[in-house]
């Protein structure tokens, strides 16, 4: 069975720009999550994605949005990018829509800002 | 107090050694729990869910304490396999949605 996926692997952007990731989950999967981690930092929550609809949202600025397709998968969008923008940005999929359930990662998109 | 805290580390211990991390927990509305491993550049990966009544896997024992709001991770036999990044992980319920929120974790380093 295929695991989370994402694309790109690594992103290069210049600040100012926008960057748009993408994520597919595991087949089956109605929840996903995405978390930002930083060099030396925590994961740190950003965005739920459950049934097409944004559940909880990370402290996070308003330039960081995203949403959830019919099929599941789903775009992390960040507008304006910052320098500190900087780090991997991880997806995740669950079962249980947040209820308990464990979370599956996928290999992450590297994005760099200069 | 930050929600989930975890020692950093680094623990550098002999193959085969037993090795213990601890993790506490400031949100008593916290419901379930996890340890997840993280190697270097990669994604994390759930290691086990943490029970109540404390569960085993193999070498892996992981405990919890409710009334202290502590939950610990222990390792016997250290194999040179399982040096990396091991993360707490508590959600807890919120707002109507529920939430992870990871510890920093803490670093293992198995030494041959």
């Known amino acids: 069975e295929a695991g989370v996926t994402q694309s790109p692997t690594h992103l290069i952007k210049t600040r100012g720009q926008q960057a748009t990731l993408r994520c597919s989950p595991i087949?089956?999967?109605?929840?996903v999550y995405w978390y930002q981690q930083a060099l030396g930092l925590g994961l740190q929550f950003l965005l739920w994605?459950?049934?097409?609809?944004?559940?909880n949202r990370g402290n996070f600025p308003p330039r960081f949005s995203g949403r959830q397709f019919p099929n599941y998968s789903s775009e992390l969008n960040v507008n304006a990018l910052e320098l500190e923008d900087s780090a991997l940005y991880l997806c995740?999929?669950?079962?249980?829509?947040?209820?308990?359930?464990?979370?599956?990662f996928g290999p992450g998109t590297r994005l760099t800002v200069t | 107090r930050k929600e989930v805290e975890q020692d950093p580390g680094p623990f550098n211990v002999p193959e085969g050694a037993t090795v213990a991390f601890n993790c506490t927990y400031s949100?008593?509305?916290?419901?379930?729990f996890f340890w997840y491993r993280q190697d270097c550049r990669k994604e994390p990966k759930l290691l086990m869910s943490?029970?109540?009544s404390g569960n085993e896997d193999g070498r892996f024992t992981a405990q919890l304490n409710r009334a202290s709001q502590y939950i610990s991770l222990l390792i016997r036999d250290s194999k040179l396999s399982d040096s990396a990044t091991y993360l707490c992980?508590?959600?807890?319920?919120?707002?109507?949605?529920?939430?992870?929120?990871f510890g920093k974790g803490t670093k293992l380093s198995v030494i041959p």
């Open positions: 992980v508590v959600n807890r319920k919120g707002a109507g949605s529920y939430q992870l929120t």
């Open positions: 087949s089956g999967h109605t929840s």
């Open positions: 949100n008593s509305a916290s419901q379930s």
């Open positions: 995740a999929s669950s079962l249980a829509g947040g209820q308990g359930g464990e979370q599956y």
């Open positions: 943490v029970y109540s």
């Open positions: 994605y459950d049934e097409g609809e944004e559940r």
